[in-house]
Nanobody
Framework: QVQLVESGGGLVQAGGSLRLSCAAS????????MGWYRQTPGKQRVLVAS???????NYADSVKGRATISRDNAKNTVDLQMNSLKPEDTAVYYC????????????????WGQGTQVTVSS
């Protein structure tokens, strides 16, 4: 089992910046991918950015050039720095990870944080 705890959401003006952080804990063998999704009311959760344990990052087109994802494998944390925020970035942001729970297992299990609200005012 993996527990994810997010922090850093809040209210920010358009054009401002925000840094979201997420820390993983629990009992597992390794975490392959960590990242962030976001969701607005009535819509599906969509990927914002992800990063592998090797440091390979992937971004949604909507945040490319404005977001930077980083990861500390030793601390099992992932951060998302978002700059030049727009009102359309307003959403609940969820941290997630894909974990392998035991040595030798090929099964990856996805875990989610509880979500943190980001509101960008115009």
């Amino acid at each position: 089992q993996v527990q994810l705890v997010e922090s850093g959401g809040g209210l920010v003006q358009a054009g401002g910046s925000l840094r979201l952080s997420c820390a993983a804990s629990g009992k597992y063998f390794t975490i392959n991918v960590m990242g962030w999704y976001r969701q607005t009311p009535g819509k599906q959760r969509v990927l914002v950015a992800s990063i592998t344990n090797g440091g390979s990052a992937n971004y949604a087109d909507s945040v490319k050039g404005r977001a930077t994802i980083s990861r500390d494998n030793a601390k099992n944390t992932v951060d998302l720095q978002m700059n030049s925020l727009k009102p359309e970035d307003t959403a609940v942001y969820y941290c997630y990870c894909n974990a392998v729970l035991s040595y030798g297992s090929s099964t990856r299990v996805t875990y989610w944080g509880q979500g943190t609200q980001v509101t960008v005012s115009s």
